[in-house]
């Protein structure tokens, strides 16, 4: 394995870790919900009005930032090296994958585990090896 020392950033990362932990306390002290990403879109499926307004405003959040980002920063190239096919059966197993971890690792890995919550812990760390394993397989058995 080999670093990229161009593009090794820890201070950004170091920021953009302390951002998303701020808004996700925020989230929290203000608002009284987690802030995992499968959990409030699910609720945009089946809406109840009271939520609505919030769940739209944040989702909306999530897609109006890096456009206003895009205006004042050059962003990162975005490489995807698979096909749509592969990306589409991927993209529903997160889906499902989150159904059944009942959240995602935003609400299980940033929130879950800043509580100590054993259940998003446990949660945590399944995500982890699913990754490591299917890269793992991926890459070094089935040789893509």
Do not use: K
């Not at 950004?12 to 306390?25: D, F, L």
């Not at 959990?39 to 109006?64: C, K, N, Q, S």
């Not at 962003?75 to 698979?82: F, K, N, S, T």
């Amino acid at each position: 394995m080999q670093i990229d020392w161009a593009s090794f950033t820890p201070w950004s990362a170091v920021i953009g870790g302390v951002i998303i932990g701020v808004a996700v306390a925020m989230f929290v002290l203000v608002n009284g919900r987690i802030a995992g990403i499968s959990g409030i879109i699910g609720g945009l499926v089946r809406p109840t009005y009271p939520d609505l307004a919030w769940r739209a405003a944040f989702v909306l959040g999530l897609l109006v930032a890096p456009v206003i980002y895009a205006r004042i920063a050059l962003l990162p190239a975005i490489e995807i090296d698979a096909n749509y096919p592969t990306t589409i059966v991927a993209g529903l197993l997160v889906g499902v994958g989150t159904r059944y971890g009942a959240g995602c690792t935003s609400g299980h890995g940033v929130c879950g585990v800043s509580r100590l919550s054993p259940r998003s812990l446990v949660a945590t760390l399944s995500f982890m090896a699913a990754g490591i394993a299917t890269v793992f397989v991926v890459r070094h058995v089935a040789g893509f």
